[in-house]
């Protein structure tokens, strides 16, 4: 099968169609900074034994901060991330920075990794070794993937935006965009939280292109109008309408005042920290534990690149966005993770998508490449063996 074909560079006069180099090097005053602004941080009070209730619980964000400013070394993890091949180009206006990691194997399928909110490429970190060189981690070499990793325009290095109308729509459009730019013909798309969303925008617009989608994050429309539910599809069923009736905090938040919020998160950066470590401790299996350099690295994506406003922006823009009633397409495989924000039920998506591979686990939950690697990856595996 053709997957890739020659980049085409015609047009450059018109359009910059420039893939650029790029390299992570923060200068050490914006370090400096950000170690005297955790060492004067101004905590707020907080009421005895409610724990979680009233949100992020000020022990826990203590031991973060502390950790952050006296053991915590970003130049460890900026050298390591600039092991990783990155590049910039500009789509619609925007610069786009991207992860993109050729596997040594020839028959390798292309594959392009969408992060969500509130995520970045830092979560997929763990799964690039084995996606990419199977054979290196004891696998078949026959399941090997080019990566394509970008952060989503405002995101990290992508951001700030500069301008309105960057939605999940044109999100999805901005990737299918960067993977002709590439020469992909035929590749893969996965995703999750709005990475879903974008994977499914994508698969709206280029089925021609996608061999297939594979989501650990399924959106769905609840409803009751089947025969027989059973007790597990009651019960999520039930979950999937309360987490639409009553949408967390966050949720009201980002889609209605980004900008208000920004302010303190883009000058505080517990404020950044306790803003996205609760997401992560509340959407997550407490048995699959993430590594707290992760989670810091990834809080940084955020914090050097003062991109509070621009990420947050993306829930306002969407919401705001018809929801299209064209159906997507091409084939999608679900991976089930326990300890998501919900779980879909397999009747009812089978009703709304083509689905041909569904899988549920045991462990992991919202951030499952970060929580459960191993199970993300090998469910990759599985599930593009038959567009191979």
């Given amino acids: 099968m053709e997957y890739s074909k020659p980049f085409d560079s015609s047009n450059t006069e018109l359009i910059d169609l420039s893939v650029r180099p790029f390299r992570i090097a923060i200068p050490q005053s914006d370090i400096d900074d950000l170690q005297s602004r955790l060492s004067r941080t101004r905590w707020p009070d907080e009421l005895p034994g409610v724990g979680r209730n009233y949100g992020a619980e000020l022990g826990l964000i203590k031991e973060l901060a502390e950790y952050w400013r006296t053991a915590y ?35 390798a399928v292309p594959l392009i990794l969408n992060h969500g909110w509130p995520g970045s490429i830092i ?50 459009q901005a990737c299918v965009e960067l993977m002709n730019r590439l020469g992909y013909v035929k590749y893969g798309v996965q995703g999750g939280d709005f990475g879903s969303v974008v994977s499914l925008g994508m698969g709206q617009l280029a089925p021609e292109h996608i061999l297939g989608i594979h989501l650990n994050f399924l959106p769905m429309a609840p409803t009751r109008d089947l025969s027989d539910l059973s007790e597990e599809e009651e019960s999520r069923i039930a979950k999937l309408e309360g987490y639409l009736a009553n949408p967390a905090g966050h949720k009201v938040v980002l889609s209605t005042r980004p900008q208000t919020l920004a302010y303190g998160l883009t000058d505080s950066p517990v404020g950044q920290l306790s803003w996205i470590a609760e997401k992560f401790s509340e959407w997550s299996d407490p048995a699959c534990p ?44 679900i991976a089930v993770f326990p300890y998501d924000l919900f779980q879909p039920v397999r009747r009812l998506a089978e009703r709304q998508y083509t689905i041909v591979h569904w899988s549920e686990f045991e462990r992991g939950g919202h951030f499952a490449a970060m929580e459960a690697p191993d199970l993300l990856t090998e469910d990759l595996q599985v599930f593009f063996r038959r567009f191979r």
């Fill in 73 to 107: 070394d970003w130049r460890k993890q900026e050298d390591r991330l600039n092991e990783i091949p990155q590049f910039t180009t500009t789509i619609d206006g925007a610069n786009i920075h991207f992860m993109h990691v050729r596997s040594p194997e020839p028959g």
């Fill in 123 to 172: 979560e997929f970190l763990d799964v690039i070794g084995p996606l990419t060189n199977p054979r290196a981690y004891g696998g078949n070499p026959a399941d090997a993937f080019h990566l394509v990793i970008p952060s989503m325009p405002g995101y990290g290095f992508s951001g700030p935006t500069k301008e309105t109308g960057w939605n999940v729509q044109r999100v999805s």
């Fill in 290 to 333: 993430i590594d707290v350099d992760h989670l810091l690295t990834n809080v940084m994506f955020y914090w050097i690149t003062g991109t509070a406003a621009s990420s947050s922006r993306l829930h306002y823009e969407s919401a705001s966005v018809k929801k299209q009633k064209k159906p997507c397409p091409v084939p999608l495989g």
